[in-house]
Nanobody, 121 residues
């Protein structure tokens, strides 16, 4: 059993910063890619940022230069530093990790339940 728990969302003014965290727990053997997605009301879920198991980072064009994804392999954790926030960043943010469990099952995508980020004055 694997669980991902996000934290750090909230209400922030335009131009401000927030830091999201995601911690994985359970029978984890290894973690491949870690990523953050977001879903705004009435829109499809979209990829925000991704970091591979060797540290290669990719970002959506809309957040390049403002958001930074990091991973902490020792603690099975990921974070998303969000700076220069804009109202259009308002969404529920979800953490995704590709995990192999102790039973050496094939790599499987696990999702967190999401954390709300609201950018408004």
């Amino acid at each position: 059993q694997v669980q991902l728990v996000e934290s750090g969302g909230g209400l922030e003014q335009p131009g401000g910063s927030l830091r999201l965290s995601c911690a994985a727990s359970g029978s984890i053997f290894s973690i491949g890619a870690m990523a953050w997605y977001r879903q705004a009301p009435g829109k499809e879920r979209e990829l925000v940022a991704r970091v591979s198991n060797v540290g290669i980072r990719n970002y959506a064009d809309s957040v390049k230069g403002r958001f930074t994804i990091s991973r902490d392999n020792a603690n099975n954790a990921a974070s998303l530093q969000m700076d220069s926030l804009k109202p259009e960043d308002t969404a529920v943010y979800y953490c995704l990790m590709t995990i192999r469990t102790m039973g050496l099952s094939p790599p499987t995508d696990y999702w967190g339940r999401g954390t709300q980020v609201t950018v408004s004055s």
